[in-house]
């Protein structure tokens, strides 16, 4: 083979590769999305085996048991033992501080790392907790509550301060189109209504007949305290 013959050879070899690699960039980005929608539907089921320990968790502290579940889903797909690279921990992903934090507000006793990554209805309490605490922070203001339970309650303040207030940070970031954070806060509420469509969480209840509904200006008994679930 002459060297213009072998020069020829390798460059349709090298484009060939061009090709292939292009190829499977191209198939990556668009079987990405079909993958994650996959891996999302098996979290559904794996976070729903909780439900009574969110539904617990939701009762005590006033949070949402639909929205408890997403962020479950979102932070740890439902896995007890889950850590993370930072060493977040467990269903909820907390940092062992916060979880200290959170347990004397409930008048618990000091969780251990080795508490957060097998009792489940501890982990539950300890985010559920942490997670009203935020709510009350932040006076009720649902996104920043969960931004600040993603990056920090410090992080989303000094954005705050450096932007001259939330409003101007947000549209900043939503100029942007980059924000990661946002981008959390739309999927926690995407799952919200989706764990709510699905009816597991919080069981949708049947409409009640006629004669069973409530009386006006009779006054009803109030629900009982729940009771904790058993650990598996």
Known sequence: MSPRERSAVSSRRTLLLVVLTLAIVVAAVEWRPLVNAARMRSDFPRVEKHAEVIRFAAAESGIDANLLAAIMLSESGGRIAAVSSAEALGLYQLQLATARDAARW????EPTRADLLTDRLLNARL???????????????????LIAYNAGPGRLDGWIEAAGGYAAWRAEREAAGNSDVLAYVAKVERMTERFAERGVIVPRSPEPAAEAREEPGVEQAPPPAPAAPEQP
């Open 127 to 145: 985010g559920a907790r942490y997670l009203r605490w935020l709510s009350e922070r932040y006076q009720g203001d649902r996104e920043q509550m």
């Open 106 to 109: 409930l008048d618990l006793p």
